[in-house]
């Protein structure tokens, strides 16, 4: 079942990424005029589930005014509990229509994962890439693992935000929320979208 909501608002992001693209933003300009209307409470568009890299800055790379994005952001993209409880508050309180999951080029979670590198605890974190990275090297006539890793990696945090959550999976297969994904290109500011997640 698909989402109206969710569509429009997939379209109002692809659309901000291409006045980001074209150097016309709006979002951004507007943004301290948007200030006193959001003062009093929140109604985002959608959830941005992004990495903590500084180039990747959802409201900017998405044309997006304040409040108009709720985005958890953690090393890799990955489902960390403080993305979970991000989803479960959008889904439950704020009835959000649509999830993305962003992913990014030169994510550097991801490549020292691909490289075998141990930087920092990561834990469960480093583990979720580990998993993503494991799986895209079974398949056959990979001659670019890091990026494959940062599109697989993405699948798969959409994958557990609905296994791993009730309230997630509930929005999810009633129709109410849709999830998309996409990799960041800090290259040149585009992206590339994932049909199947």
Excluded at 86 to 107: E, S, W, Y
Excluded at 151 to 177: H, P, W
């Amino acid at each position: 079942m698909k989402s109206e909501a969710a569509e429009r608002t997939w379209q109002e992001l692809l659309a901000g990424n291409r006045r980001f693209l074209a150097g016309t933003p709006t979002g951004v300009t507007s943004a301290l005029s948007e200030v006193p209307k959001v003062a009093s409470g929140t109604s985002p568009i959608a959830v941005v589930v992004a990495c903590v890299d500084s180039r990747v800055a959802p409201e900017i790379l998405f044309d997006q005014p304040v409040g108009k994005l709720f985005v958890a952001r953690v090393p890799g993209n990955v489902l960390a509990e403080s993305v979970r409880w991000t989803l479960d508050i959008a889904m439950a309180v704020l009835q959000i229509p649509l999830v993305v999951v962003l992913g990014h080029t030169g994510c550097l979670a991801v490549r020292e994962v691909v490289e075998g590198k141990v930087t920092g605890l990561g834990g469960d974190l480093r583990l979720q890439v580990a998993e993503a990275a494991a799986a895209v090297r079974l398949r056959a006539g990979i001659t670019d693992l890091e990026n494959e890793t940062i599109r697989e990696n993405v699948r798969a945090t959409a994958r557990l935000l609905v296994s791993e959550s009730e309230i997630v999976r509930s929005a999810v297969t009633s129709g109410r929320t849709e999830l998309r994904g996409a990799v960041y290109r800090v290259e040149d500011g585009s992206l590339e979208l994932l049909d199947s997640l």
